[in-house]
């Protein structure tokens, strides 16, 4: 596999990405965007096989948050981010070339809406969307944390108090402690100020995830220990997207990727050899 790290810059806002080109023939595009406690390095796990099926990968960062956290450039719903995420693939088509390509658009944890906005969006360059961890705002409309006054600045403030308070933290979302170098990459684009009011306004400003236009594969994978998911995880999924294909990965935490990536890499071939 290569790899080539991009940055792209809309109206003084940085996004950052990575291409990763497979070593077989390519067979798909598959955008993998970052959740704010994910980096492009939390991918690692599923970029091999990956790069065997044909997929030409764009790690993303979330805009507005990673290296591109900034508090005057934070874009503040879905739709906003999912056109920033669009012009990125926009570029990255441009440089592979192949016109009218599908992608297959996959997140994490609070990307996910972004994704949805982006199927929403231009529905005709969407060939499935993969869904990690999914957390939505409540009822596909509102606030991450509906009806708790104070709980955003709560959580934020007490994981994000010292590095070893947010490895607690990671080590509980995920059921199991990580690795250390993976918990200082995450600990890395929360830890400086403009992280944690990114993260923290991400959280605290209403948003909505636009029903999806006419029938888009959709794959939807979750830890059944993950803390993080609500308990009407699936029926809230379902409101949005009725025919989702729901898996649960009974003793994963939030991060399957880190602590199951094997079940995870399962999923994703099959799923690929299903929607191609």
Not at 188 to 205: K, Q, W, Y
Request: aromatic residues 6%.
């Amino acid at each position: 596999m290569s790899r080539e790290s991009l940055s792209l810059s809309f109206r003084g806002l940085p996004v950052h990405f990575s291409i990763v080109r497979p070593e077989a023939h390519l067979r798909h595009r598959v955008l993998l965007l970052c959740s704010p406690l994910l980096t492009g390095f939390h991918w690692r796990k599923l970029l091999p096989e990956l790069s065997e099926l044909g997929c030409l990968c764009v790690l993303a960062e979330l805009p507005g948050f990673g290296q591109g956290a900034d508090r005057s450039a934070f874009p503040h719903d879905s739709a906003t981010r999912a056109r920033l995420v669009w012009g990125v693939l926009d570029e990255v088509d441009a440089r592979i070339g192949g016109q009218n390509a599908l992608w297959h658009l996959a997140a994490h944890g609070c990307a996910c809406p972004t994704v949805m906005a982006m199927c929403a969006m231009q529905p005709d360059s969407v060939q499935s969307l993969v869904e990690i961890s999914p957390l939505l705002p409540a009822g596909g409309r509102g606030l991450y944390l509906s009806g708790r006054k104070g709980a955003a600045e709560h959580i934020v403030t007490r994981a994000l108090a010292s590095p070893s308070a947010f490895a607690e933290f990671v080590a509980r979302a995920a059921r199991r402690p990580l690795p250390d170098y993976a918990v200082e990459r995450m600990w890395a684009g929360l830890s400086h100020p403009n992280g944690r009011n990114a993260l923290l306004r991400l959280l605290e400003t209403a948003d909505e995830v636009p029903s999806q236009r006419g029938f888009c594969p959709a794959m939807a994978i979750w830890g059944g220990s993950d803390p993080l998911m609500p308990a009407d995880a699936r029926e809230q999924l379902a409101a949005l997207q009725p025919e989702v294909e729901a898996h649960i990965i009974r003793p994963a935490g939030h991060f399957p990727m880190e602590t199951h990536s094997r079940a995870l890499r399962d999923y994703l071939r099959g799923w690929l050899k299903y929607v191609s």
